[in-house]
């Protein structure tokens, strides 16, 4: 059936998905449809089902279908589904982010992650009156124009659009650093820090796998914008709430001027949010000049939907036994890789992890990232997927341990593991 269905989807969906990644380019073959979760599982339209480290990229951090999440939702569902007006929900929501993330002092609800960050690059330019952003090479910060770009010939080379359709005007006022190499990021200041209104980054880049910020590299950020008169913004639309209560910002010690959220604020809704300090906020429509709109922002049952998971993950402990179960599972998959000599690098922080087939002791930056084995990865995701598995389709992109990911779950994972490194990527033919 699903072979049916993906190619009935590409004759009314360009490739036949309705975002890039779903479409397994990155892997090879055709994507999986899937029709429900529940826990750490999803079950696909043939009635298979799989172990999910996917959760919907994150936000299903309490696991798929939780009763208190689809008990708020099914209530809220009673009342309408959308007002396009001010609701006691949104208050409410907004209120304990403020509480959660203290550098959060006023917050503007938004529909996505590409909506927040697209916000908040508009208000760091309103705010300061500058035009220049840095970004980083292989940090994704959703899809608007001015930040699809990469890096050109070096790190001081301006932004060169990375999509058709993006003219190079709207780009020029866009930097590229390298992502935990901050002697790049002062080079930039100190040719264009007059102009930079702000820099934006990952504290967890998620978008070239999983890599953590190195010791002093957030600091560093923090302590650059302070000197030239910049905003730090911190796009935590995958880490806010997702490696620790706080996010980031919390786990890493680093006030940011501004912070943008998605995922797991909407409980698996479409929801998202960018804010900051007050006086930066005031700047935002209707208090300043800075104009953004959203007819759907504030929805009532994605509200419902966010202030049950944030209940849910503010329980005691709730972080601790996550990273512990993330632990388990990548120390599990390193272990059984070395008994078949298959070089094998793993992170995690909170609840999200990353493994990269290389023998680098260390991933630091997207040029670490491209110099590993993609094929072995190829071969690994269809291995695992046929166990019943799923990973992200792509090795470019983080894992996600949910709360109701079980010592059976991550037994049956890494039974499954050292089945397919024997028999399809062992590097000793004796093995197999």
Known sequence: MIETLFARAQRCIPGGVNSPVRAFHGVGGDPVFFKSAQGAYITDQDDRSYIDYVGSWGPMIVGHAHPRIIEAVTDSLQHGLSFGAPTLLEVQLAERICQLMPAIEQIRLVNSGTEATMSAIRLARGFTRRNKIIKFVGCYHGHSDSLLVQAGSGALTLGVPSSAGVPDSIVQHTLVAEFNR????KALFEKYGDDIA?????????????????????????????QYGSLLILDEVMTGFRVALGGAQARYHVKPDITTLGKIIGGGMPVGAFGGRADIMRCVAPLGSVYQAGTLSGNPVAMSAGLASLALITEADFYEKLETTARRLVNGLQERAQAYNIPLLTTVV???????????????????????????????????LAEGVYFAPSAYEAGFISAV??????????????KVFRVCLSADPSRI
Do not use: W
Not at 405 to 418: C, K, N, P, S, Y
């Open 350 to 384: 909170g609840g999200m992890f990353g493994f990269f087939f290389t023998e680098a002791k260390q991933i630091e930056t997207y040029d670490d990232v491209i110099k590993c084995d993609v094929t072995r990865f190829k071969k690994f995701f269809h291995g695992m």
């Open 198 to 226: 702000g820099i934006i980054v990952e504290p967890v880049a998620g978008n070239m796998n999983c890599i953590p910020p190195l010791p002093g590299f957030l600091s560093g950020l923090r302590t650059l914008c302070d």
């Open 182 to 185: 901050l002697e790049t990021v």
């Open 405 to 418: 990911h079980g010592v059976d779950e991550i037994t049956r994972t890494l039974d499954a593991a050292e």
